[in-house]
């Protein structure tokens, strides 16, 4: 399985401000995925990154809102711009990891869990 | 469009007992994969057990089997002798091709788990 770190684990922001999130994997990957999981609700894939081009977005997604950056094979941000309180989320990334089956196996990072006042 | 859906918002067993979460899919596709994940407290996205739409045999990890049954569109996880940090939320999830590179997961609602002594 992939090692998957992000950072923050966790933080609380003021409305209005914008958070920055890491995601860090322990090898090169081609796609980085960033979910949402919105409290007590099931994970939304926000957007897919691929390494310099850039991130496609999922219907009710945009990119003013989450920029996404992917400098190299084992990194991205996610930002969350110009927060609200509906933005208090979990925030995960993950990546593909061939397996022996017809489709590849997604595993996912910690997460980030923000609380937005 | 596809679709996953578990019934069972949530789920008692006691420890060492067997228990099924059930799991049923709706899509189009003859080629799919099918995931089952965990999610702790913590937040982080444990994977578990992956299927095959293709896969002749049901998928098993440990003491994680998949019951999958094509025909009636089920996917159902089965958890063996049961422990009591078993106690989460279950989530399946099915892979939705659209091109190349591009797949999408697609999750259900979700089904918490309590495990009792």
């Known amino acids: 399985s992939a090692v998957i770190s992000q950072k923050p684990s966790r933080d609380i922001c003021q409305r209005g401000t914008s958070l920055t999130i890491q995601c860090q994997v322990d090898s090169q990957v081609t796609m980085m995925f960033w979910y949402r999981q919105q409290p007590g609700q099931s994970l939304t894939l926000i957007a897919t990154a691929n390494q310099g081009s850039e991130a496609t977005y999922e219907s009710g997604f945009v990119i003013d809102k989450f920029p996404i950056s992917r400098p190299n094979l084992t990194f991205s941000t996610l930002t969350v711009s110009n927060m609200s309180p509906e933005d208090s989320s979990i925030y995960l990334c993950?990546?593909?990891?061939?397996?022996?089956?017809?489709?590849?196996?997604?595993?996912f990072g910690p997460g980030t869990r923000l609380t937005v006042l | 469009a596809q679709k996953i859906t578990q019934t069972q918002p949530g789920m008692f067993v006691q420890e060492k007992e067997a228990v099924t979460l059930d799991c049923t899919y709706d899509?189009?596709?003859?080629?799919?994969?099918l995931f089952w994940y965990k999610q702790p407290s913590s937040g982080e996205m444990i994977f578990l057990i992956y299927?095959?739409?293709?896969?002749?045999q049901n998928a098993t990890e440990g003491r994680y089997s998949l019951n999958f049954q094509k025909a009636r569109k089920s996917a159902n996880l089965v958890i063996s002798a049961s422990q009591l940090g078993d106690s989460a939320m279950y989530f399946c999830?099915?892979?939705?091709?659209?091109?190349?590179?591009?797949?999408?997961?697609?999750f259900g609602t979700g089904t918490r788990l309590q495990v009792f002594p």
């Open positions: 993950s990546v593909d990891r061939p397996s022996q089956g017809a489709y590849n196996e997604q595993f």
């Open positions: 299927q095959g739409s293709y896969d002749e």
């Open positions: 899509t189009s596709d003859q080629s799919y994969g």
């Open positions: 999830a099915m892979r939705e091709r659209r091109s190349y590179n591009t797949d999408k997961l697609i």
